[in-house]
């Protein structure tokens, strides 16, 4: 019995259950975000819809409120994608300067250019993003 729990066995269980439990919790946690980030978006439909009901500037303001909405939403995703873009376009220059003085001067150096193009299509993309709304 002594030979079952040596250290490597032992060291073994605890990670399989420190494994088990974060993913546990990663997932309780994403369930009860998803469950409020509904919940928001319900009663907030459940206001817009009473208040475009209602006759008069009730209607407007609440036509006005979902087409600011729906502004500051694009304008979050071009910021975002504007910000990737620049990052792993970045990390595509690092690339090609640490590969190139790592390596030499063969063609290995090159596969920096995959995330340099990746984040130019990214940027690229936000000003699509933003011409389309």
């Known amino acids: 019995?002594?030979?079952?729990?040596?250290?490597?066995?032992?060291?073994?269980?605890?990670?399989?259950?420190?494994?088990?439990?974060l993913f546990s919790m990663?997932?309780?946690?994403?369930?009860?975000g998803a469950r409020q980030k509904?919940?928001?978006a319900y009663y907030k439909n459940d206001m817009l819809k009473k208040l475009a009901d209602a006759q008069g500037p009730?209607?407007?303001?609440?036509l006005e409120l979902m087409r600011e909405e729906a502004r500051l939403i694009a304008q979050r995703t071009r910021w975002g994608l504007q910000i990737s873009g620049l990052v792993t376009g970045a990390v595509g220059l690092a690339l090609l300067i640490f590969l190139r003085v790592l390596v030499g001067p063969n063609g290995v150096w090159l596969c920096g250019l995959i995330?340099?193009?990746?984040?130019?299509?990214l940027y690229a993309s936000s000003h699509l993003v933003g011409e389309r709304q």
């Open 1 to 21: 019995m002594d030979g079952m729990w040596n250290p490597g066995t032992m060291v073994f269980v605890f990670l399989a259950v420190g494994a088990v439990a």
């Open 26 to 32: 990663v997932s309780i946690a994403t369930w009860s």
């Open 38 to 40: 509904e919940r928001e």
């Open 58 to 62: 009730g209607a407007n303001s609440a």
């Open 115 to 121: 995330p340099l193009f990746i984040g130019a299509a």
